[in-house]
């Protein structure tokens, strides 16, 4: 079965460099998440989508901005980035229409590398 | 605030027993609790989820418990086998919110 899929797996960039991150969910789920996990930490919410308009907002920096595109990938853009933003990032969808719960599938993360 | 916790960092459990990790939540406005079980260098898996109509849900080797008057859920795995060995995180969600809030982690080690 189709997975999340996310690119780059691996990100290595300069203090005040900029950083995009994809995500590509699996196919015909409606919502993305964005969540960043620190080293030693539980994965923190940042943002999230449904049918490309943004539906929650978490402890994101003003410095990301994200967006869901008409074919419901998603871009996380971190800007002027700093050595605390080093961390793997996830991406997650699931089906949230109808008013359903259902549960998220996470794909494989970026690990970004600040230096 | 952590309003998810997960207070036992390690568990180690001889294969074929049963393992139960234990999960505590604050936040009276979750109704539906999720368990990934996540290796290293990997995203979480999603294992089993209950909502707060039930107190009960099995699938397989997984049982989850839930116990809202005590904001209490735990997850069991009979028989324990050593590929289970991996970080364990609850999660909660609240109606008016998909998002996720995890849990720290229980790393279960299944020991031969």
């Known amino acids: 079965a189709a997975g999340v899929i996310q690119s780059p797996r691996h990100l290595i960039k300069e203090k005040r460099e900029t950083a995009t991150l994809k995500c590509y969910p699996i196919?015909?789920?409606?919502?993305v998440y964005w969540y960043q996990q620190g080293p030693g930490q539980d994965p923190q919410f940042l943002i999230s989508?449904?049918?490309?308009?943004?539906?929650d907002k978490g402890s994101i920096p003003d410095r990301f901005s994200a967006q869901q595109f008409s074919d419901y990938h998603s871009e996380l853009n971190m800007s002027s980035l700093e050595l605390g933003d080093s961390a793997l990032y996830f991406c997650?969808?699931?089906?949230?229409?109808?008013?359903?719960?259902?549960?998220?599938?996470f794909g494989p993360g970026t690990r970004l590398t600040v230096l | 605030d952590q309003q998810v916790k997960q207070n036992s960092p390690s568990l180690s459990v001889q294969e074929g027993r049963i393992s139960i990790l234990n999960c505590d939540y604050t936040?009276?406005?979750?109704?539906?609790f999720l368990w990934y079980k996540k290796y290293p260098a990997e995203g979480p898996t999603f294992l089993i989820s209950?909502?707060?109509?039930?107190d009960k849900n099995e699938d397989g080797r997984f049982t989850v418990f839930l116990n809202k008057s005590a904001k209490h859920l735990s997850l069991h795995i009979v028989p324990s086998q050593p590929g289970d060995s991996a970080v364990y995180f609850c999660?909660?969600?609240?109606?008016?919110?998909?998002?996720?809030?995890f849990g720290t982690g229980t790393r279960l080690q299944v020991t031969l």
């Open positions: 936040n009276s406005m979750f109704d539906y």
């Open positions: 196919p015909r789920h409606d919502t």
């Open positions: 999660a909660a969600s609240a109606a008016t919110a998909s998002k996720l809030t």
């Open positions: 989508f449904y049918e490309k308009m943004q539906s």
């Open positions: 997650a969808s699931s089906l949230e229409g109808g008013g359903l719960r259902y549960e998220q599938f």
């Open positions: 209950i909502s707060s109509i039930k």
